[in-house]
Structures are given as C-alpha cells and as structure tokens.
C-alpha cells in the first residue's frame, strides 16, 4: 500500500518587509541579506494572525467535504504554539469543522515537529488505510528588532494531506533519523523570542546531513544520482546549498548540475517568506513541485528536516502520476502578489504590538486582515477566533 502526501497547501501573511530596505536600515550591506543568506522578503505576520490561523488557513485551502469527513487525525507541529496545555491542532480542528471522531494533538521539537507528525501519520494510515491524517506545520519565528537573526525571521504555515494512494507523493519506508542534546537554538517557556549559537547551529545541521547521508547511503543502497532533487529545512536559503556541497561530487556532473539547479528553484517561495521553522521543508518541497515545470512522474525527491537541540531525519517521497494537477501554483502565485509591502517602522510598529499576557480583555480588528481564519482577540484568558466564511 502506497502511503504519502495526497494534498499541500500554504499560507503566509499578507504583509511583507523587504530585506534590502531592512538592510539599509541597519546599516548592513544587503548584500549579506540577498546573497549572503539569500532573502529577498520577510513574511511580518499581523497581530491578528497567529501559529493557530496561520495553519488553519493553509488547510483550509485544500481540504474538500469529503477531507474532512475522513480526517481522523490532525497532529501540530510547532514551536510557538499558543498554549501550554491545550493543542493547537484542537484550534483548528473546530475552526475547520473537520470529522469529530479524529485524534488532535501538537508535536514538538524545534524545527523537526511537522517530521515527526508525517511519520506518525503513517503508522496510523498502515493501520487505517481509509483514514487520512491532516499534519500541520505552522510557526512565526521571532529574534528581535535588530538582532543578528532579524534577517532570518518569518511566518507562515503549511498543511499535508497524508493519504493511501495518495495524489502527490508516495513517500518510501528507508529513513534515517539522529537525535543529539546540543544547545544551538532554544526558546524557554518564559521568552516569546527566541535563542541562538548561529555558528554551531550552522555547524550542526551540516555535520547532521553528513551524518544522517552516509548512513542512509549504506542502508539504502541509493546515492546523489538516484534523485532528482533534494529538498532541505531553509531556515535561509543558502543554509542547505552548505550541506549539499561536502557531498555533491559523489554525484555525475550532469546529476550535478541537476541537483543544484533544483536545489535553487526549491528555495524561491522561502525566499520570499523568510524561515517558518516546522513548515521551511515543505515550503522548500512545494517550490520544487511548482516551479520546476519539467519535473516528471516516478522522480524520487529526497528531504531533510532538522530541528534544533537536535532531531535530524532524511527520507524521500516518489512522485505520483498526476501529480502536478493537485498542487495550486496559481494560487500560490495570487497570493504572493497580493501581498502589501511594509515600511521598516511598519514592521517595528507591528513586532512590538503584542497580546496582553495580564489576562486582560482585548478585542482585535480583523477587517484589515485579508485572511478567512483570524485571532478576534482574547476574554477570560482565552483566545477568540473567527472563520469568516465558515
């Protein structure tokens, strides 16, 4: 039986910064954005806009009466979800009216969460082949005004559709995961920003993709020429073409130039989003499967997802007949050009507007937000949401 990704959406505000304004700014030369970490645009979520909307508008996009009767499973990846007890899947199980007989939980560890939720998913499938399990990857990634990881923040979210027989990609049982305790990024419960050690980070997540490449080589018996691509976690763009470079000569040239050529076109929607932590895999994965026009049916892609702390894990996925018919390049393109520029005030203004955490009351204005599913604001401690179309 063929388990994998049946459906993809994804959402990001409608707000954006540009990184060369931001550059200017801070008396940076853009180039060290553009090029040196390789991004163009910041996704700058709204108040309005949170893990929870982020992720329920990128499933509502994709999902079909039919889904949502099947759907008896929703599992959360994040790691700037909105509640210490309560998941975020149960959120936006209600504000999407999904089947009410279904598991909802929230999985984290750093940037790996959305992972660990898709191989949950298929265990639950093997055992339930009529079931579909919705995973959600969904994160704001916030360092600060003026930080050296500023450049590096974003928002927004993805949503897989993981079926039997599914449409886009059947994913393959060889995988192989690591787990070390490294303190190269954390955020602890008392900080809504977060922490780095960028150079170990850096450090780590090649000397994972090494690590995690030479054992799956030998487990496998697969090397560089059996794929078409390879779709990495971009917390920047240029952080994956680091790890592909020590092992890129085990290729031929012409699997080479293929696998590099692709590894670019699978970086334009993050660079245009910036890092969205549990989604940053799947946004890479959905540039490739929409840009690329001339990818073909029985392609293997292989993914890398690395959360920090650190969980790595590397597995490949076969591309379906059909596939292209089930993805939505066009909206996705509507969206990115519906989007609004910010000024640098703006964005300052809007990343130091944030929810009291006193227990007051406070309604929000969602009339300015272009999205279906917001935050209305929070009573009693607890957050109020709106699907306005629901």
Do not use: C, W
């Given at each position: 039986?063929?388990?994998?990704?049946?459906?993809?959406?994804?959402?990001?505000?409608?707000?954006?910064?540009?990184?060369?304004?931001?550059?200017?700014?801070?008396?940076?030369?853009?180039?060290?954005?553009?090029?040196?970490?390789?991004?163009?645009?910041?996704?700058?979520?709204?108040?309005t806009q949170d893990a929870v909307t982020l992720a329920a508008n990128a499933a509502s996009e994709i999902l079909d009466e039919a889904d949502k009767e099947a759907i008896d499973f929703v599992i959360f990846g994040t790691e700037t979800g909105v509640d210490s007890s309560k998941s975020a899947a149960v959120y936006v199980h209600e504000l999407l009216g999904l089947n009410p007989y279904a598991r909802a939980i929230e999985v984290k560890q750093a940037c790996y969460g959305a992972t660990a939720g898709i191989q949950m998913a298929i265990g639950h499938i093997a055992m339930n082949p009529d079931s579909k399990v919705l995973v959600l990857g969904s994160d704001i990634s916030r360092y600060g005004i003026a930080t050296p990881g500023e450049a590096t923040q974003g928002a927004?979210?993805?949503?897989?559709?993981?079926?039997?027989?599914?449409?886009?990609?059947a994913l393959e049982d060889q995988s192989v995961y690591f787990t070390s305790d490294i303190m190269d990024f954390w955020r602890p419960v008392y900080s809504d920003k977060a922490f780095a050690d960028g150079k170990l980070s850096n450090e780590?997540?090649?000397?994972?993709?090494?690590?995690i490449w030479n054992?799956?080589?030998?487990?496998?018996?697969?090397?560089?020429?059996?794929?078409?691509?390879?779709?990495?976690?971009?917390?920047?763009?240029?952080?994956?073409?680091?790890a592909l470079k020590p092992?890129?000569?085990?290729?031929?040239?012409d699997v080479q130039e293929r696998l590099k050529e692709n590894y670019q076109i699978s970086t334009e929607y993050n660079r245009v989003v910036g890092n969205i932590y549990t989604g940053s895999l799947y946004l890479s994965l959905l540039s490739l499967l929409e840009l690329k026009s001339d990818l073909k049916a029985g392609s293997r892609i292989g993914m890398f997802s690395y959360g920090s702390g650190a969980v790595g894990e590397f597995f490949t996925g076969i591309l379906q007949d059909g596939f292209r018919e089930h993805l939505r390049a066009a909206q996705h393109r509507n969206m990115f050009a519906s989007r609004k520029e910010v000024t640098v005030p703006e964005y300052e203004a809007i990343f130091e507007e944030t929810l009291p955490t006193d227990g007051s009351t406070v309604k929000l204005d969602t009339n300015n937000d272009p999205a279906d599913i917001c935050l209305a604001g929070i009573s009693d401690d607890k957050r109020q949401y709106v699907n306005k179309v629901k």
């Open positions: 039986m063929k388990i994998g990704i049946d459906k993809i959406g994804f959402y990001a505000p409608h707000l954006y910064l540009d990184m060369t304004k931001l550059a200017h700014s801070r008396n940076v030369d853009p180039d060290k954005f553009t090029i040196g970490i390789g991004q163009e645009k910041m996704a700058v979520p709204p108040i927004g979210a993805v949503a897989l559709l993981i079926s039997a027989d599914p449409q886009v990609m780590q997540y090649i000397a994972f993709f090494s690590e054992r799956y080589k030998e487990k496998s018996g697969l090397g560089l020429n059996d794929f078409e691509g390879i779709a990495f976690h971009l917390p920047y763009t240029k952080m994956g073409k680091k092992v890129i000569d085990e290729a031929d040239n």
